[in-house]
Structure formats: structure tokens, C-alpha cells
């Protein structure tokens, strides 16, 4: 048995999210026509430079009002697909609520190893706090959210030492984390046929997975959702990372979007009467202490 109690072909199946919903391509080029068009209508600065790779970029939506709160957001796609353009639709909203919204790029498997992917992450996060005044946010409240490996990438950059990484960085760089349809042990992933593609090692997924590592003190609330409709294996990352939490007395809130599976529910952060969209806002604009 590879893990628990599924063999082979039973694993890959709770974690092959295309062949559960078999429309999942008309929800990919929905994003992408909605992020065209947000990026139509809204002011952006386009491609940033964090990095000397191309996918080393990310796109800031400004708020109207200078020194806002910003929403940092992660694309999924296994770590190994999509793009940052792929989700410009998660701005409008936030947008018109006063929030900064920076989505984020970053290298993908298999020509980088998780490790580096991770690495982006806090490179790009570092490099969104030192330039926020420039930009017009306020870099005392960035908050993070991300969507399958995207939540991955997030519940991770909450564990981050900040300072160890560059003395003029803050422990509480990261405000607040909402992960979507995130996964927090890496262990199946790399007895999956995902690690095909990934080849993560047994040290990296001891590294690399929120489930091993608790969030820094500083790191704020994290806001966990799945959907209704998403595999046991979903299910069952998001409830032990939840319990974990819990357990080390870790601000956590977990909600499951009933009726979504795993590319309905990356949607719901963009509908205004959305559980999830209004979990999110109430994090970013809570009041600080």
C-alpha cells in the first residue's frame, strides 16, 4: 500500500483533480478570460522583476486610497502549471474594498525542485515589502492567499523566519493566510504519480510541509477552505493541519464551500457573497493590536 489504506491507483485518484472534473479546462479559460479583462478595467503595474527569471515577476493591483492593506495571491496548478495571468480576476473585488492585490509568479517543476519554488515565494514577498511605499500599500499589512499548491506556498511563507532572511525584513511580514484546497503534507504527493513530474525527496517533504512545522507566532490567523465536493484526501489535509493548529493554540478558522470541488472552489474568493471572499476581507481589515 503506498499510503494509508490506498493502493496505487487509488491515491492518484484523490489527488488527480483534472480527471474529477472533467470540465476543468472551461474553468481555466474562464480565469484567464476574467484576468484579461481585470486587467483591462483596473490600473496594474504589470510584470515586476523579483528575480532574474521571466516567471520571477508578479502584478500589483493599487488600491484608490495610498498606504492599503495587500493581498498577495499564489496560483495553483501542482507546481508544476498555470500562470500568475491565469488569476488577475481575484483583484476587482478587493480592489474595490480598499485592498492592494499582488499576484504572484514563480518557477515551475520540473525545471526547479520544490525547494527553489518555495524560495520564490519569500524572495517575492520580501521584495513586495520593500517596495510597497513606492507601490502605494501599507507593507505593515500584507496578507497571503493561495489556492491548491498555491495554498501549499502560502501556509509554508507563514513559517518563514523573515529576519534570518534579511535583518531589515519584520517577523510579522505575513499578517494573515487563507489557504484554498491547500496541501500541508507532502508525503502522498511523493508517493503519488505527481512526483513523476516533482521528485521531491524524503527530506523535502519533511521541509517542505506545513503539517511538520508550525507557523510563526507573528505570521496572524490562517483562514483554511476546501470544497464540498473535493476528494477524502482534501478533506483529510485540511482537517489534521486544522487540528494541528488547534493544538499549538495557533489562530485558525476551517470552512468547507459546499457543493464546490477543487476549481469552483478557487472561484469563490472572486464572488462578493461568497464565505470565503467575506472570511478573507474580514482578516485584511480587522483591526491590528
Known sequence: ???????????????????????????????ATRSAEARRHLSVDLDLVYGDDPRQRLDFFPAPQRDAPV???????????????????????????????????????PAQ?????????????????????????????IHLAGHSAGGHLAALAAQTDWPALSPELPPGLVRGVCSISGLYDLEPIRRSYLNEVLA??????TALSPMAHLPARASGPLLLAVGGAESAEYHRQQADYAARLRAARHPVQAI?????????????????DSPLFEGVLRQILAPRF
Open 1 to 31: 500500500m503506498p499510503y494509508r489504506d490506498y493502493d496505487q491507483t487509488g491515491l492518484d485518484a484523490q489527488y488527480n483533480n483534472r480527471a474529477m472534473v472533467p470540465d476543468h479546462a472551461a474553468y481555466i479559460d474562464s480565469w
Open 71 to 109: 493581498l498577495a495571491f499564489i496560483h495553483g496548478g501542482y507546481w508544476q502549471a498555470l500562470d500568475k495571468q491565469h488569476f488577475s480576476h481575484v483583484a476587482p473585488l478587493f480592489v474595490a474594498a480598499g485592498i492592494a492585490v499582488a499576484v504572484l509568479g514563480y518557477r515551475l517543476a
Open 113 to 141: 525542485r520544490m525547494t527553489a519554488i518555495a524560495s520564490d515565494i519569500r524572495a517575492a514577498l520580501a521584495f513586495l515589502y520593500r517596495e510597497l511605499p513606492s507601490l502605494g500599500g501599507d507593507r505593515a499589512r
Open 200 to 205: 521531491l525527496d524524503v527530506p523535502e517533504v
Open 256 to 272: 468547507i464551500l459546499e457543493g464546490r470541488h477543487h476549481f469552483s472552489a478557487a472561484d469563490a474568493l472572486a464572488e462578493p
